[in-house]
């Protein structure tokens, strides 16, 4: 690890292994650090990820996948399931080692990878940032740099020190816990979603297959909904009614952003990228194709920022303007999408899916499912329109 | 004096508090999580978003 890099990059996750590599790629010196000890884990994720996202940035490989995805059940507060089937929908993946890889793959880039190593801090000089301070093997060390991308997840303080207002709201946040359990009676090639205000309020509970009766079994509840039954009460009562058999492999929780892209995502000398961001998916909390794709669009842009020899927030705003050329419009419609369907009491829910269940299988899909459970709000069915045809 | 107190092997370290801290007081390192009392408001969004129930609003005369 030297003293100085054109780009410095916290965290490890999908959007920093891929923000460094797209940046070494285009000629920068660059240094990925993870304040974790092994780059993919822990895992905080249901692991799944649309097919045509994965592919918009990677060829996928045989070893990242738990499972291959051909339809989605949606499963009522009184049971009523409907099930949209989707040849080639996606995968759960085994994010360990895909994290691992894109790593990897950063790391033949010409990136230097860091593991324990813990950002504490930014380096200003004339009021402009100049890298970070970092603790590693015991070391604080000042590193500098042209340009820090923080992609330091939900948690994301770069951006905060850098003075962007990176705070999520509770309304926004979603309160997660999951547990990879064994002995999970469910279709192989089928991701689960469970909605009601028992189950998850301002959210939902997912149930997705990894292969061998193995499943990331989990549930998200919104920052409005919380209080006194926390989302591990709401996870407890979910397996003792649905999976009595389930046995547990490993739990774990996390936040997730569910939430417009931040209004600022760069700074002079700085950009957000991923969760930091607020760049996950905001119907489904689903970050890893947008963090893909937003990483290789900020880590072009970084190279081209230091070739140019200017990183002002300026020049580094094209990211931002490419992020949202890309996939932003989609993002802020389906946050306005969010705000409707997690507005539906349960009686409306349960009606949607009754409507839904009637219909041949080959005509339902998603567009139709939100369509059906908006009909009565023609504002949001508008906007539902805009994203699913064109 | 109150304060907001972590109970410790609770804590899973995922950062859900430090997203939603409106006054930038909790950081999280590689292996706990920081409060800067000094700084903290204690407005408790913290404990209200703990998804496992690791945080609470501590008491400073009862302990």
Known sequence: MDDRYDVIVVGAGPAGSTAARFAALGGARVLLLEKDREVGIPVRCAEGIGDEGLRSVLEPRERWIAARIDAAELVAPDGTRVRLSYPSAGYVLHRKIFDYDLAQMAAEAGVEVRTKAYVHGLLWEDGRVAGVRVLHLGEDRAIRAQIVIGADGVESRVGRWAGLNTVTSMHDMEACVQVTASRVEVEPNVCYFYFGKEVAPGGYAWVFPKGDGVANIGLGVSGDYSGRKKPIAYLRQFLAERFPKASILTWVAGGVPCAPTLKEIVADGVMLVGDAAHQANPISGGGIATALIAGKICGRVAAEAIRDGDVSKKRLAQYAKEWHKAEGKTHERFYRIKEGVYRLSDEDLNRTAHMLAQLPPEEITITRVFRTALFREPRLLLEVAKVFVG | ?63
């Open chain 2, 1 to 63: 004096m109150n304060r907001i107190v972590i109970r410790e092997g609770v804590c899973d370290l995922c950062g859900t508090c430090v997203g939603v801290c409106p006054v930038d007081c909790m950081e999280l390192t590689e292996t706990r999580l920081h409060i800067d009392a000094d700084r903290c408001i204690l407005c408790e969004m913290c404990v209200e978003i703990c998804p496992v129930d690791a945080l609470e609003l501590c008491d400073g005369r009862s302990v």
